[in-house]
């Protein structure tokens, strides 16, 4: 069989990393600010199948991937016009730096779709997705949106839409990876993951919506047939499904979200593939860095060159945050019964459908006007991922501290139960607080529970902070990976 050398050269970037070749979409930002691991996210919990592609493009697992139709405690608040960041990871616990193999080259899209309940059951398949954003192949850059992803240290960053209505929904980005696009048969690799927020909007729009996974893709499309590997391709490539919504009532084609101009620092990388509901914003260039994160990668290239190269340049941050997120939730009035008389009640009755029918002013929301669901929980003092710690118990004697240790540690085994493959490291520091905690019960201190009601929970780093993190983590990959041929050349 010819194999021309471009697809060879890409097929065997493909195969260094085929042990973690793949990639899972981790963590969200809103407005830069972290969320944390895999907190509003509905994941595999499977850690060895979490960053594999979905088996089957007509599987309802196309909708929100493996264990999508499970939702989980946590909704994260959004506004109107915020920009949400989805994180990729091809180490999904963050152990080693990389987002996905740069031979997966391919498109990217984001989807929403509004539902009554964002932590309900089996509400991700089915019709209601609309999507919101797109992007193939940047001729401008010369790069395929995943790629640039990648620059971007694994992050995809788009605008919700101003005007769409407020509510539960469900955001789903997709990557589409097409290095197997040309097998016999294809095989079109969708990575495919969705967060749920709760979007703070004075909207109305309902945007025209599709069904996934039925009526979504066919193998017959060109777009996921496409052969990335001739020379030259076969450009503009045919981005597959539906316009995007572009606000106002209307779709868009698809846009070019990132910009060649930027202003180079020194302090971080670039920050967001961007795109804008209305216009293409400038953005920060991206760095022309080519990470393929696994250990069968310490070697080099099959092109005989380093397989990292170090980024050309180190670019500005907007680290403009937008207004804090936390939707502020209404009391509800407590309704007063009074027996006293039929009529009485009756009276209340008629009453309360008057009010009903009356317009809601501006400073008093119904049920469905704010948050009530998926918030952090009151008493709340460690999160990790979905997964909730509560303070033990105050004591006074010797009985009530050993019965609140015990409750610490029930505490600590539901926290490892329930992590996800994000990883478990506050659970660790929950463990803290429960052998302190023991201490205390063994030096004879009665009094507790130590440093009670104190949010131990860390504060994750914001978007500007993980990426310079990531930066760091790359060039200490690379400055390795330069001994190690240095070294091998000297014997």
Not at 30 to 53: E, K
Not at 151 to 170: M, R, T
Not at 326 to 346: F, H, I, K, Q
Request: hydrophobic fraction near 30%; include cysteine.
């Amino acid at each position: 069989m010819h194999i021309t050398a471009a697809k060879s050269t890409l097929a065997a970037l493909a195969l260094l990393g085929s042990v973690q070749a793949h990639t899972r979409f981790t963590t969200l930002f809103v407005d830069g600010h972290n969320q944390g691991d895999a907190v509003c996210i509905r994941m595999d919990m499977n850690a060895n199948t979490c960053n594999s592609p979905i088996a089957g493009i007509q599987s309802p697992e196309m909708a929100c991937g493996r264990n999508g139709e499970k939702g989980v405690a946590r909704v994260c608040p959004a506004k109107a016009g915020s920009t949400l960041t989805f994180e990729f990871r091809e180490w999904v616990d963050g152990s080693r730096p990389g987002a996905l193999n740069p031979g997966h080259e391919g498109p990217c899209t984001v989807y929403m779709k509004k539902v009554e309940s964002g932590i309900a059951d089996n509400n991700a398949a089915g019709d209601g997705w609309f999507k919101i954003w797109d992007e193939g192949f940047d001729e401008a850059a010369g790069k395929w949106c995943i790629n640039k992803m990648i620059d971007n240290n694994g992050h995809l960053s788009v605008n919700v839409p101003s005007d769409i209505e407020g509510g539960y929904y469900l955001v789903r980005p997709e990557l589409l990876a097409l290095h197997a696009a040309q097998d016999s048969p294809p095989d079109p690799q969708f990575y495919v993951g969705c967060a749920q927020i709760y979007l703070e909007s004075t909207g109305s729009a309902k945007p025209a919506t599709i069904t996934i996974p039925e009526n979504y893709v066919d193998i017959s499309m060109p777009g996921l047939t496409f052969n990335i590997y001739s020379k030259p391709l076969a450009l503009p490539y045919p981005m597959y499904g539906p316009s995007a919504y572009n606000g106002g009532g209307t779709a868009n084609a698809p846009r070019s979200p990132v910009s060649s101009s930027s202003a180079v620092a020194s302090s971080s990388t670039s920050d967001y593939v961007q795109a804008s509901e209305s216009t293409t914003p400038d953005a920060p260039a991206t760095s022309d860095a080519v990470e393929t994160d696994s250990t069968a990668t310490d070697d080099a290239g099959t092109d005989g060159s380093d397989a990292y190269d170090i980024p050309a340049n180190i670019v500005e941050v907007d680290d403009t945050q937008a207004d804090d997120n936390e939707v502020d939730g209404a009391e509800e009035d407590d309704a007063e019964a009074d027996d006293t008389s039929d009529d009485e009640c009756n009276a209340e009755e008629s009453e309360g459908e008057s009010k009903s029918d009356e317009p809601e002013s501006s400073s008093s929301y119904s049920r469905r006007d704010v948050q009530i669901e998926g918030l952090k929980p009151e008493g709340c003092i460690m999160v990790n991922a979905n997964w909730c710690g509560f303070e033990v118990k105050s004591y006074s004697d010797e009985n009530g501290c050993w019965s609140a240790s015990a409750d610490c540690w029930t505490q600590s085994r539901a926290c490892f139960d329930q992590a996800p493959p994000t990883g478990a490291k506050n659970c660790d520091l929950w463990n803290d607080k429960c052998n302190h905690l023991d201490d205390t019960c063994h030096a004879k201190q009665f009094t507790g529970p130590p440093d009670a009601g104190k949010d131990l929970t860390p504060t994750p780093p914001d978007l500007a902070a993980t990426a310079s993190r990531k930066l760091m983590a790359l060039v200490k990959k690379y400055e390795s990976h330069v001994m190690r041929r240095a070294y091998r050349a000297r014997q």
